[in-house]
């Protein structure tokens, strides 16, 4: 129960950031980072779960890493 209220608060806390950085207008940078979501999944099931990391799942997380650093660099 509590890791259900957990996501809860972490969802609406990433809401409330979303809405936060459109009305600053950096729609641009918060969309193309909330397109990264699928990876929070992973790494998540990577940590928590002891999956293991297939060539796909690898691929795409070594392609979105470099992804956050160039739009950190804008």
């Known amino acids: 129960m509590s890791?259900?209220?957990?996501?809860?608060?972490?969802?609406?806390?990433?809401?409330?950031?979303y809405l936060e950085a459109t009305r600053q207008q950096l729609m641009a940078i918060a969309t193309v980072l909330s397109t990264l979501y699928p990876a929070i999944p992973?790494?998540?099931?990577?940590m928590l779960l002891k999956?293991?990391?297939?060539?796909?799942?690898?691929?795409?997380l070594v392609c979105a890493a470099p992804a956050i650093g160039l739009i950190a660099l804008r």
């Open 3 to 17: 890791i259900t209220v957990a996501a809860g608060a972490l969802r609406t806390l990433a809401t409330v950031l």
């Open 42 to 46: 992973v790494l998540l099931a990577l």
């Open 51 to 60: 999956e293991h990391l297939n060539r796909r799942r690898a691929v795409g």
